[in-house]
């Protein structure tokens, strides 16, 4: 089976790389305490900060994307399942969030970005990169 040889298990695991590095980045921002980001007026940091969970949410999506197709060029559905892991991460992390004592909160409007951005990234695979990907495959 390609998925179990060892130098194919090693590309694999280097083609997830990228998302996995940028899921920790995505962890530590979402983590780290608010005295790390500059003070803004709340209003002006609202649209500031769902942008940036649609922006960050969506290349973590395409970084899985990348890391899905290298593991398994053919796999069905392989925007579903990214989508599917992008926002049960993005719904962990507000969790997360919300656990924390001080500094975070849960924000159902940060899960909305998160899938916003998410969708975002379904949309460019989907116009853009699954014809690049797939070719003409059907599944």
């Not at 089976?1 to 962890?27: D, E, K, Q, Y």
Request: aromatic fraction near 16%; proline fraction near 2%.
């Amino acid at each position: 089976m390609r998925i179990l040889s060892s130098n194919t298990i090693w590309r694999n695991v280097v083609g997830f790389l990228p998302a996995i590095f940028w899921a920790i980045i995505v962890a530590i921002l979402s983590l780290s305490s608010v005295a790390i980001v500059p003070k803004i007026s709340w209003s002006e940091m609202a649209g500031f900060d769902k942008l940036g969970h649609a922006i960050f949410y969506c290349i973590l999506a395409l970084w899985v994307i990348y890391g899905l197709f290298k593991l398994v060029p053919r796999y069905r559905n392989i925007e579903y399942w990214t989508a599917l892991a992008c926002v049960v991460f993005g719904i962990g992390m507000e969790f997360l969030q919300g656990m924390m004592r001080e500094g975070r909160q849960f924000e159902y409007l940060d899960i909305l970005a998160d899938i916003v951005g998410v969708l975002i990234a379904y949309c460019i695979f989907n116009v853009l990169l699954k014809k690049k990907y797939y070719g003409n495959y059907r599944h």
